[in-house]
């Protein structure tokens, strides 16, 4: 069964700073998703990025990116110029790319950004 | 073009009674998952079903629970002689197979007193 961990369950940042969040997981497959998710105090799950495990390139949009270490089997997201609506719960997340359709979440880390 | 809408979005009920959680997923999306999120167990799966039917349950934690799925759109989970230990917030999600990506809905807050 495949496994997601995060290990860092609070990290803070000052605003218009970069942080980085980590991800590790563990599978025996070879062709998957993973995601990361913000959740708001709203309670709506937000997909905020994706990468596909057979791309090489790791995924950006806007300000945030990930950086995608396939044989470490690492996932790290990284938010540039941090913002005060990026305050959220974050969640990493595994998906197998066949069969099992379902989402593997890691604990979550709160990211907090201080003004 | 709307999203994925939940319903009740909070939920108080008496341990012992049964309760009935719906979800609407997006218009056209043919998977659909139920996640239980809660603070001791963190975000966990229930159920997915690909049209009407569902070809894993696996997540679903004991035969107190139970899902349908009707037309290819509305689900219910039903939580039978509910428990203090099912209080969490129940999340749905839909996705349209061929793009992978679940949407998710604002979720139902259950509570058990």
């Known amino acids: 069964a495949q496994t997601v961990t995060q290990s860092q369950p609070e990290m803070s940042v000052q605003e218009a700073e970069t942080v980085t969040l980590s991800c590790t997981y563990d599978t025996s497959e070879s062709d998957y998703y993973l995601f990361w998710y913000k959740q708001p105090p709203s309670r709506q799950m937000i997909l905020v990025i994706r990468?596909?495990?057979?791309?090489?390139q790791n995924a950006t949009e806007n300000r945030f990116s990930v950086n995608f270490q396939k044989a470490a089997k690492s996932f790290s997201l990284k938010i540039s110029d941090s913002q005060l609506g990026d305050a959220a719960m974050y969640f990493c997340?595994?998906?197998?790319?066949?069969?099992?359709?379902?989402?593997?979440f890691g604990q979550g880390t709160r990211l907090t950004i201080n003004p | 073009g709307a999203g994925v809408s939940q319903s009740p979005s909070n939920k108080v009920t008496e341990k012992g009674k049964d309760v009935e959680l719906r979800c609407d997923p997006i218009s056209g999306h043919t998977a659909l998952y139920w996640y239980r999120q809660s603070l001791g167990q963190g975000l966990e799966f229930l159920i997915y079903?690909?049209?009407?039917?569902?070809?894993?349950k696996s997540g679903l934690p004991s035969d107190r629970f139970s899902a349908e799925r009707t037309g290819g759109s509305v689900s219910t989970l039903t939580i039978q002689r509910t428990q203090q230990e099912d209080s969490a917030v129940y999340l749905c999600?839909?996705?349209?197979?061929?793009?992978?990506?679940?949407?998710f809905g604002p979720g139902t807050r259950l509570t058990v007193l």
């Open positions: 079903f690909q049209g009407n039917s569902a070809p894993d």
């Open positions: 990468q596909e495990a057979y791309k090489q």
């Open positions: 997340a595994y998906r197998s790319r066949q069969g099992a359709q379902k989402l593997v």
């Open positions: 999600a839909s996705s349209n197979r061929q793009v992978g990506e679940q949407f």
